[in-house]
C-alpha cells in the first residue's frame, strides 16, 4: 500500500554527534530514517524522513571499543582483506563509522538502497549545506543513557509540552529530564 502524501509528509530532522554514544544515536536515526515515529508508517512504503548529522568526528565508544572495534573491507583481490580499528577509521573517514552503524541497523532492501541511504547526511564538521531544508531548526537533543521517563525521542521540538486530552504531566525538557536524574 502506498500514501500518495509521502513527498508532503517528509521532514528534516537535524542531529548533533558530538559527544553521543555510536550505538544510541544510530538506533535513534534508523527509526527516524524509517519513519516509524510516524501515524503512517508502513514497513514495505517509503516513509521515513531526511537526517542530517554534523560533528561526527565528535562521537564515542564505550569500553575498549575504539581499539577493539574492525571495519573490514575486500579490495576484490586475492588476499585484499583490509581492516581498520575504530581509532584509525576516526582519523580516516570519521563519517564511515556512523553510517556504518546506522545503515548495518536497517535491512538491505531496495527501499534502504533507493530511498533511506540518499536521505541521509553526515558531516564531519559543524557546517553543513541543508540550512534552508532545516529551516533554523536546532538540533534534536542528545539521546539519553536511559530511555525513561517522557522523553519526546525527536517527535516534539524539546522546549513545546504536548496537551494530552489526559490529565498527565507535561512532556520534560532536556534539561528537566537531566535535573531529575
Given at each position: 500500500?502506498?500514501?500518495?502524501?509521502?513527498?508532503?509528509?517528509?521532514?528534516?530532522?537535524?542531529?548533533?554527534?558530538?559527544?553521543?554514544?555510536v550505538g544510541r544515536l544510530s538506533t535513534h536515526v534508523a527509526s527516524l530514517l524509517r519513519g516509524k515515529h510516524k501515524?503512517?508508517?508502513?514497513?514495505?512504503?517509503?516513509?521515513?524522513?531526511?537526517?542530517v548529522i554534523t560533528n561526527a568526528a565528535g562521537v564515542r565508544f564505550t569500553g575498549k571499543k575504539w581499539d577493539k572495534?574492525?571495519?573490514?573491507?575486500?579490495?576484490g583481490y586475492p588476499g585484499g582483506l583490509r581492516q581498520r580499528t575504530a581509532k584509525e577509521q576516526l582519523q580516516l573517514q570519521p563519517t564511515k563509522i556512523?553510517?556504518?552503524?546506522?545503515l548495518g541497523m536497517l535491512?538491505?532492501?531496495?527501499?534502504?538502497?533507493?530511498?533511506?541511504?540518499k536521505r541521509l547526511f553526515i558531516y564531519p564538521g559543524a557546517e553543513h549545506p541543508h540550512a534552508k531544508e532545516l529551516n533554523g531548526k536546532a538540533p534534536l537533543p542528545p539521546v539519553p543513557r536511559a530511555r525513561s521517563g517522557k522523553f519526546h525521542?525527536?517527535?516534539?521540538?524539546?522546549?513545546?509540552?504536548?496537551?494530552?486530552?489526559?490529565?498527565e504531566e507535561p512532556m520534560l525538557t532536556?534539561?528537566?529530564?537531566?535535573?531529575?536524574?
Open positions: 500500500m502506498s500514501f500518495p502524501g509521502r513527498a508532503a509528509n517528509l521532514a528534516w530532522h537535524h542531529i548533533d554527534a558530538q559527544n553521543q554514544v501515524p503512517t508508517y508502513h514497513p514495505n512504503t517509503d516513509c521515513g524522513d531526511a537526517i572495534q574492525l571495519y573490514r573491507w575486500h579490495t556512523l553510517r556504518h552503524s546506522i535491512r538491505a532492501t531496495n527501499l534502504r538502497h533507493r530511498h533511506m541511504e525521542f525527536g517527535l516534539y521540538p524539546h522546549n513545546e509540552v504536548v496537551e494530552d486530552d489526559d490529565e532536556m534539561e528537566e529530564w537531566e535535573a531529575q536524574r
